[in-house]
């Protein structure tokens, strides 16, 4: 039986803290494993102590955009001390959204690129978050020799698609895959290679599972989508997916 890898998942997010102890059993039992990503260096602690936890949580840390004009030193020296104990780096990106100045798009911009850095160095790798931002994205990331990317929720369009697949990187797809036309279309032109599937949990779709917070245990489901789509057999289509997980994360 295939392992499911969830590519893209917040489990040290306080809205999983009362229910953690049954999320781990759950995953244990249905063989899934959790590239947990974290936000900042609180979340950074908290995804390592859940990886001591379950071997089936594979910690990434990193400083999200949306964290980046606070206190990120901290957060790269963690990458420093605990390099051999981190699965990756993530979340880390780009967005204005987060944003009011050219001068904390500079900030913003600096620390990605030191994370990238950190990646690098220690062949680790990233989780990425491009909203609206991809080029940008990118650009910045030619300067680096990375051992594996994934675009998470990938959003851009058919052209840069079709970029981000000759570069080799990775795009995952999420619960949004099972009623949005546009993703499925996207899937469709995804080198199956290249594929990885994720919930983004515990951010909440008005459009499937009632608006509930995200389990990862919603993941059988997007792969069931996702092998209609490209028209695989779920079992192969599990198959392809642990593969995928493997070299993003192993090389």
Known sequence: ??????SHIHLSDQEYKSDILHIINAIEILKLKACCVSMDHQTSVD???LSKKSQNILPFIGVHPEMAQKDALSVFEMIEQKNKEISGVGEIGLDRKYITSEEEWNVQKKVFSNQLALAEKFKKPVSIHSRKTLGDVLEIISSFNLTGVLLHWFDGNKRQLKHVMDLGFFVSYGPVLLYANDKQVLLSQTNTDQVLVETDGPVKFSHCFNY???QIQFLPSVVHCASETLQISYKNMLKQLEKNSQKFLYG
């Open 212 to 214: 509930k917070t995200t």
């Open 1 to 6: 039986m295939s392992w499911l890898y969830d």
């Open 47 to 49: 995804t390592l102590n």
